[in-house]
């Protein structure tokens, strides 16, 4: 520990402390602007020079090292003067337009100018002027309020991954740019907005809607992704203008991604539904709560009556909330049925006759940075599936030496140096780890699990691939082996539950090994497990509720086109049921067609509700906004539903109460991703032989694409991340079907049996060879069918 | 030429900068010398040190006790980096020791390299010196084919690799952090110190930044012994120093000179004033460093204390001599618009302040100065002064503020009359196209 | 390929003069060489240069837009840069800048309707005691520039 005095008081600090460092101990304010404390250090702006004791020179605090006795002054003449010197040259070129500059109210240079500036310009020559630029449908720019502090490239450097801005010219024509007028792409991009101590950068969709003192700011958390940020809501007469990062250090840091930020703006889309409506005659007519709860209880009380309970099945959205998904799943079993599932893109489900609790991240996302040295990263699209997750491995990966290495059919750049990677096929992800299981077997000197021992592969097997999987691994300490979304998609998803189990005991120390988890696709992907929102040991799961059509449904907050592993048989089973009761923000297209009961819910903003985090963080939060009509939270729905069905257990007060109900206790506890033996399978889906011109579908859900509320929000579908489906292929798979890239091609899903779609050609090397990627979740590409399978291309 | 010259000593132009020349001269003796005997990398730095050398870029930071910063136990490469970014205005000696004498340069570095331990280096060229940059490529592989450099230079253990890389205009790379970030591909920003470059260099290795009149001298310090290097000059001043003498002088050129060589003598070498005019003033080390007017240089000898008891600064050597017909409003705003033309854009006060200074300059030349534009002046660049993160802001300020203090009536006399002191004709008459009889 | 392979020879041996993985540190020297054989230096230039040394395009830009003799524009087929600076100016240098755009009937940052000149005003060249001095397509130097000089010159760069 280092001893310093700042202005008088005495702080210790430990060594390789900065006197901005020390001062943040002590209390005490230096002003900055391009210091922050999670990016590199510029000490450039000047701002925070201040006098130490000995030094000729005034020194800035947030570059200047601690040492043993350093006496340093904040507020001296000599700090205050060069402090003041420095304000001046930043205000001479800087615009006095505050009063239209939407920083204004947050600016820190408006802030600081009050202390340190001076009352009148000295500088009487004329003012640079930079012309704006261009950054995309999320990010404004004011180009002659910037300072150069250059937060934002830094940003984009060290935080997004990916230099996307720049500071070129030099001198006084410097300038914040990107390369020639490139949007700002990053899924995270908007963080730059935060990091602007000034009005240069702004949020676009923001813009001009209010001023910053006008808002007031509410928690909340994030709807979106696992991960679960931690967010701040602004409102101004209870409308939602702004979301801005509350600050979690042991989770999203200052940080949150784009979807995270901008998808407030579906809150106010026309598609909003905003009262109880009823299919009658064929069209859509508004009603009462009161006749459409009672239209939806008589609907599922008369089908029970006629077909039984079990003709009855409730497909939930895993982006729902614990409370939602509980007094859901009471409903449905309160009726005697025990069809139940919010896992709707999955497709093999024999692993839950075999689990041992709910899956998850199996660690805290803090201990990425301080607890891992290798990690495996299995059928994920991490960097759009988990974009702060991707971010926190992408900082272990550049400054703690975290090896990354992925398995997958798909090996689009996550901004993450990869150490190893084995692209394959969907049908070959199974044999791909049970090769590295028997290569880190031998480079680990363990031995395989006796069960699994019979199925290792022959010694082919095991490529160059799939041996630095394996080296990379062993070297490792403290390691961590991930699912992602796509393993948890898979036709053998339980397979690859066992394998990666059996990675993670042979990889990292001693007999447990490393730590097993999945990444997670929705906001309560552990939620609902905890809610137990499954099918009980009778009960039909997502994806047998839509193959074997039932008579009635009930789905709460599904948009079943989009957010099932089969987008045309969850329609047609929806199509061909007698009654189809939907509890939906929007009403869609493909809800309006199939419901005949719409029940307006509440968005994350408009109840309180809780979502059970990756690593098993459950986070209540409140109502930030009033809701617009007659929308209501679901967890109100639900419980006056099941009074109305005159069920037993609806009788609580409040969410709490409901929450009370499935994470009394220690819920974390019910954290488990143990699996029992799975016996191999070859699924249906994958041809025994490859056949000329079918290929395995490789389904990616676009980020902004992932749920019903990004896809409602305007500003989000502009972004590069919303761009038109295409076909993804390989070069050599694409000369295999002697296509061209850039032709447009007839697609259909082997299985789907309809016309197919149209899609562009776009070569990918990323791509794994005899593969075919396909965003799904996107009305283009509905109709291929199941997110899993074959498709089979045609020249038009 | 003075009779004492080491590095320009023996040339013939553009015919004898080979090897085989050096060789003539001398040359590659120290440094086989140094291979033979194994000498110890602590007697050589203790030879530069006792050789009084310091350093020729600017700042005459001792030689010998830099190269002692370097760390001994490091594992994997350090490097050394020679400074021939020439481009502070007046300095024009590294082009010629380059363009005649490359090899004193390479054996300097490998001789640094040798003393540091250092695994490789890169001679950084001023990119408007091409010629010179492809001439030293040229060197350097004369110097590989003969086994000086590369592995087992000279058939012992001891192995250095050497490159040149070239500017592309950006006086700032003179900076030397901001010379490492150009080796490194990247614009050239000069990095906060600490950490410096002897402990995070080039690709944050472990780095020695030397001028390449410095390494130049290395041979002739190890071949004539640090103490008789140090007796040519002064105490504190050792050895010879290669002075650029510019403006209005006969035969402008580059003289080298024992340190503490009166003033008056350079300027009589250089032929005297131009047209029989009188000198008027003197920048005595390249653009920054602050004017002194004549009747203080005449009395000034030519080393670092004497120059800088004076009020200014020995720099680079490069002197910029004026006759009576230069108006020093006009010089001062040439140089301004340089410093301001030449600012990296890193840091607020020199980005914002160097062009606010070029504007009040160029408005009192143009007749528009206002009362208070003086001490408008002198405050802003009091203000940039010290407050910057590498010395440019300081080298835009120095120069502004001698010029305010030794010739402030001139600039009093623009404001009030709105014109020169010294009449249009005169300075035209001063200016023209001159070129020495000899050249 | 925008660049022929004998350039692209030129960037390997440039590249080698880096440890590896340090490739970057030949940027310099690549898009030096990309404009001497393209003229100027285009954003598409640019950017395959940023591909051929694995470096973020915005980044090969910082540098190009940094450095003041590379050209983001199109120039003449003769660059000329004249140095202005004090030392050159005390010798001339300003008068021989005039001198030339007299001839070429152009100023400063100008390229003439024939598209063979442009003229540029340089900063130090680091060869002030060769006042007056000048570039010729960033790599000749061209010293000690009186008005005759600079007519042979210009007469030498008129029949290329």
Not at chain 1, 345 to 372: E, K, S, T, Y
Not at chain 1, 407 to 414: A, L, R, V
Request: glycine share 10%; proline share 5%; net charge negative.
């Amino acid at each position: 520990m280092l001893e310093i005095e700042i202005d008088g008081k005495a702080v210790r600090v430990p060594g390789g402390s900065t006197v901005m460092d020390a001062a943040a101990v002590a209390g005490v304010y230096i002003p900055h602007f391009c210091y922050h404390k999670k990016l590199s250090i510029a000490a450039s702006c000047r701002m925070c020079l201040v006098q130490v004791e000995k030094a000729p020179k005034p020194l800035p605090a947030c570059a200047t090292p601690v040492t043993d006795g350093m006496k340093v002054w904040t507020r001296s003449e000599a700090a205050v003067k060069a402090q003041q010197g420095v304000m001046e040259f930043l205000l001479i070129n800087h615009p006095l337009d505050c009063p239209i500059c939407d920083q204004g109210g947050e600016c820190q240079l408006q802030d600081l100018s009050v202390g340190y500036g001076g009352a009148q310009s000295r500088y009487a020559e004329e003012k640079r002027v930079v012309f704006n630029k261009n950054f995309g449908p999320l990010v404004a720019s004011d180009a002659t309020r910037c300072i150069n502090c250059t937060r934002c490239v830094r940003f984009t450097t060290e935080i997004g991954g990916l230099m996307e801005l720049g500071q070129a010219f030099r001198g006084e024509r410097a300038e914040i740019m990107s390369f020639v007028e490139r949007t700002i792409d990053s899924e995270l991009s908007g963080n730059i907005i935060d990091l602007c101590p000034v009005g240069a950068l702004t949020s676009k969709p923001f813009r001009f809607s209010a001023r910053a003192w006008e808002l007031s700011r509410r928690r909340s958390v994030s709807p979106h992704d696992a991960f679960g940020a931690n967010l701040i809501v602004q409102t101004k007469h209870d409308v939602v203008k702004r979301v801005l990062p509350f600050a979690n250090e042991e989770l999203n840091e200052c940080w949150i991604s784009d979807k995270d930020r901008f998808s407030y703006e579906a809150l106010s889309s026309g598609e909003r539904l905003t009262q109880p409506m009823i299919r009658r005659d064929d069209t859509w007519q508004p009603v009462s709560w009161q006749a459409a709860l009672a239209l939806a209880a008589g609907c599922l009380r008369d089908v029970i009556q006629d077909h039984g309970a079990a003709a009855l099945g409730a497909l939930a959205s895993p982006h729902a909330t614990v409370e939602e998904l509980h007094l859901l799943q009471k409903l449905v079993r309160g009726l005697g049925s025990e069809n139940i599932d919010a896992r709707l893109r999955q497709r093999d489900f024999r692993a839950d006759a075999l689990r041992a609790g709910a899956p998850w991240l199996g660690m805290a996302v803090a201990d990425i940075h301080d607890h891992l040295d290798r990690l495996l990263v299995i059928g994920s699209f991490l960097r759009k599936d988990a974009p702060l997750l991707a971010q926190k491995v992408r900082h272990s990966a550049h400054r703690h030496g975290l090896q990354v290495s992925a398995i997958g059919p798909s090996g689009e750049d996550w901004l993450i140096p990869i150490t190893a990677r084995a692209l394959v096929a969907p049908s070959a992800m199974v044999a791909t780890l049970a090769a590295v299981a028997a290569a880190l077997a031998e480079e680990s000197g363990k031995a395989i699990s006796e069960t699994l021992a019979a199925r290792l592969p022959d010694k082919d097997a095991l490529t160059e691939d799939v041996r630095a999987i394996a080296r990379s691994l062993a070297s490792g300490e403290k390691v961590a082996v991930w699912l992602g979304n796509l393993a948890v998609q898979h036709a053998q998803a339980a397979e690859l539950h066992l394998w990666a189990q059996e990675i993670a005991r042979l990889a990292g120390e001693g007999q447990a090994g490393g730590r097993l988890g999945f990444i997670g696709e929705a906001a309560n992907s552990v939620g609902l497990y905890l809610a137990h929102a499954l099918p009980g040991a009778q009960g039909l799961n997502a994806w047998t509720m839509i193959t074997a059509p039932r008579k009635a449904y009930v789905l709460l907050g599904v948009e079943p086109d989009l957010d099932c592993a089969d987008g045309v048989a969850a329609m047609a089973a929806l199509a061909q049921a007698q009654r189809v009761v939907a509890l939906a923000t929007f009403a869609s297209p493909a809800l309006r067609e199939v419901a005949d009961v719409l029940l307006p819910l509440a968005p994350f903003t408009e109840t309180s509700g809780t979502y059970v985090n990756c690593e098993g963080r459950a986070q209540s939060f409140n109502a930030v906004a009033v809701a617009p009509g007659e929308v209501r939270p679901g967890w109100k729905v639900l419980r006056v539903l099941g009074n109305l069905l005159g069920l037993a257990g609806f009788e609580q007060e409040s969410s709490q109460a409901v929450c009370e109900e499935v994470l009394g206790g220690d819920f974390r506890a019910r954290l488990n991703n143990v699996i029992g033996d799975v016996p191999p399978s070859t699924p249906r889906s994958f041809s025994a032989t490859p056949v000329p011109g079918v290929l395995q579908r490789v389904a990616d859900i676009p980020i902004h694409f992932a749920d019903p509320l990004v896809r409602h929000a305007p500003a989000l579908q502009k972004t590069a991340d919303a761009a038109a489906p295409v076909l993804r292929l390989s070069r050599n798979t694409l000369d295999s079907l002697g296509l061209k890239a850039g032709e447009t091609v007839r697609v259909k899903g082997a299985d789907a049996g309809v016309a197919g779609v149209e899609l562009q050609l776009v070569v990918d090397e990323t791509v794994a060879h005899g593969c075919a990627r396909v965003a799904a979740a996107h009305p283009d590409t509905v109709a291929l069918g199941p997110l899993t399978g074959e498709l089979i291309v045609e020249r038009i | 030429m003075s009779a004492h010259a080491l590095i320009l000593a023996g040339l013939d132009g553009d015919r004898t900068w080979r090897l085989q020349d050096y060789v003539a001269r001398g040359g590659y003796a120290a440094l086989k010398k140094i291979v033979a005997e194994k000498t110890p990398p602590d007697a050589i730095i203790a030879e530069l040190k006792a050789s009084g050398l310091r350093g020729r870029g600017g700042a005459g930071f001792p030689t010998g006790l830099k190269w002692s910063f370097m760390p001994r136990a490091f594992p994997g490469d350090k490097y050394l980096a020679c400074n021939s970014d020439e481009g502070e205005p007046g300095t024009f000696k590294d082009r010629d020791i380059l363009r005649y004498n490359p090899h004193a340069v390479i054996e300097g570095m490998i001789i640094g390299a040798w003393a540091m331990g250092c695994t490789r280096g890169y001679n950084y060229i001023h990119g408007e010196i091409f010629e010179i940059y492809r001439r030293f490529e040229e060197a350097l592989a004369e110097a590989r084919a003969a086994g000086l450099l590369g592995r087992n230079i000279l058939g012992s253990d001891f192995s250095f690799e050497l490159f040149a890389h070239h500017g592309y205009g950006a006086y700032i790379c003179g900076e030397e952090t901001a010379l490492l970030e150009s080796i490194e591909g990247k614009k050239g920003q000069p990095r906060f110190k600490p950490p410096f470059p002897a402990s995070f260099g080039i690709y944050g290795k472990p780095t020695t930044i030397n001028n390449t009149e410095t390494f130049a001298s290395v041979p002739f310090i190890l071949g004539m012994g640090g103490e008789a290097f140090l007796n040519l000059g002064k105490p504190n001043n050792g050895g010879t120093k290669i002075f650029s003498i510019s403006g209005h002088v006969n035969r402008p050129g580059n003289y080298e000179l024992n340190l503490g060589t009166p003033f008056a003598e350079l300027l009589e070498l250089a032929g005297g004033i131009r047209g029989g005019r009188k000198l008027k003033a003197v920048i005595p080390g390249g653009s920054s460093s602050p004017v002194l007017p004549a009747n203080i240089i005449m009395d000034c000898t030519l080393d670092y204390d004497a120059i800088s008891k004076a009020g200014s600064m020995l720099g680079s050597g490069a002197v910029i001599v004026m006759d009576e017909s230069t108006c020093m409003v006009k010089a001062l705003e040439r140089l301004s618009y340089f410093y301001h033309e030449e600012s990296c854009g890193q840091c607020t006060p020199c980005r914002e302040g160097t062009g606010w200074l070029y504007r009040v300059v160029h408005r009192i030349e143009h007749g528009l100065g206002r009362p208070g534009d003086v001490d408008l002046l002198k405050s802003v660049a009091g203000n940039i002064m010290g407050r910057t993160i590498c010395a440019l802001g300081d080298a835009a300020a120095m120069p502004v503020q001698g010029f305010v203090k030794h010739f402030g009536d001139e600039f009093a006399y623009h404001i009030e009359h709105k014109q020169c002191l010294v009449p249009r004709g005169v300075q035209d008459a001063g200016s023209q196209i001159y070129v020495s009889p000899s050249c | 390929m925008i660049l022929t392979p004998e350039t692209l020879q030129e960037f390997d041996r440039e590249i080698a003069k880096y440890p590896a993985g340090e490739q970057r540190s030949a940027v310099m020297a690549c898009l030096a060489l990309a404009q001497r054989e393209l003229g100027w230096l285009s954003p598409e230039t640019i950017e395959f240069v940023a591909n051929y040394l694995g470096m973020a395009p915005i980044a090969a830009w910082e540098v190009a837009s940094f450095y003041n003799m590379y050209d983001l524009a199109p120039v003449g087929r003769h660059k000329i840069t004249v140095c202005t600076n004090l030392p050159c100016a005390l010798s001339g240098g300003v008068h021989a800048a005039e001198y030339l755009k007299k001839k070429l009937g152009i100023g400063f940052d100008e390229t003439t309707p024939d598209g063979k000149f442009t003229l540029k005003e340089g900063e130090c060249m680091g060869a002030c005691g060769d006042a007056p001095v000048l570039l010729h397509n960033n790599h000749r130097m061209c010293s000690f520039m009186t008005k005759e000089r600079i007519d042979q010159l210009l007469a030498e760069l008129e029949k290329q």
